[in-house]
């Protein structure tokens, strides 16, 4: 069946150190989505793309790079970990015009110590 | 920009009970609005969603009713039951290829056996 899968699903690392975390999806879809998950923030968009070598920024992309070699990957980094970066983060893909009908991963939780 | 606001943050209810949960949102231009449930340890699944051009929308046991005057959208579970327990997110989109969506903050729903 297709999917979409995150790793690691639990990763700690110290401020300052360079983290990235894996989005992979087989349901070639063209669109996909990084968002954190914070108490009392919902859901905040990252980094989203459209296609391959597409990116582009959302609400809180500050901190935070991705890159689209591929239709399956969407890698998200952050570049110099910060302990506001602890959070949950999930990545999302769909097969619609914008933001429709979202296929989320089961999440990688993030501290940084 | 938009802004989606749940309310209330928590809702309990006995099982077989319905459960309502009610959405505001400030933008007019938005014209589709989906509903998530997150299970504990999971990511975001979408379970219904509705486009301004409809008032109602049922699929088994939930629906959701759209007022577009008063710029609020409500989800509706009926007969519910223990596994309804879950955080429930709405949201609200204009469409296209630069849409944004933007999620409320989310409802704790649980279901008293």
């Known amino acids: 069946d297709a999917e979409i899968t995150q790793s690691p699903r639990h990763k700690i690392t110290e401020t300052g150190r360079q983290v990235t975390l894996a989005c992979h999806q087989t349901?070639?879809?063209?669109?996909m989505f990084w968002y954190r998950q914070d108490l009392g923030h919902g859901l905040r968009l990252i980094h989203y793309s459209y296609g391959v070598q597409d990116t582009n920024k959302g609400e809180v992309s500050d901190g935070y790079s991705v890159s689209r070699s591929n239709t399956e990957d969407l890698p998200l980094t952050l570049e110099s970990a910060a302990s506001s970066q602890t959070s949950v983060y999930f990545c999302?893909?769909?097969?619609?015009?914008?933001?429709?009908?979202?296929?989320f991963g089961s999440g990688t939780q993030l501290s940084v110590l | 920009g938009e802004n989606v606001e749940q309310h209330p943050s928590t809702l309990s209810v006995q099982e077989g009970d319905s459960a309502v949960i009610k959405c505001t949102y400030s933008d007019s231009a938005s014209n589709y609005f989906p509903w998530y449930k997150q299970e504990l340890g999971k990511g975001p699944q979408l379970i219904i969603d509705i486009r301004s051009n409809v008032g109602e929308k049922k699929d088994q046991r939930i629906a959701v009713t759209l007022n577009k005057t008063a710029k609020h959208f409500s989800l509706h579970i009926t007969e519910t039951q223990p596994e309804d327990s879950a955080v429930y997110f709405c949201?609200?989109?204009?469409?296209?290829?630069?849409?944004?969506?933007?999620f409320g903050k989310g409802i704790t729903l649980s279901v008293r056996p």
């Open positions: 949201a609200a989109s204009d469409t296209g290829a630069n849409s944004k969506l933007t």
């Open positions: 999302a893909s769909s097969p619609a015009n914008g933001r429709e009908k979202l296929f």
């Open positions: 349901w070639n879809h063209n669109n």
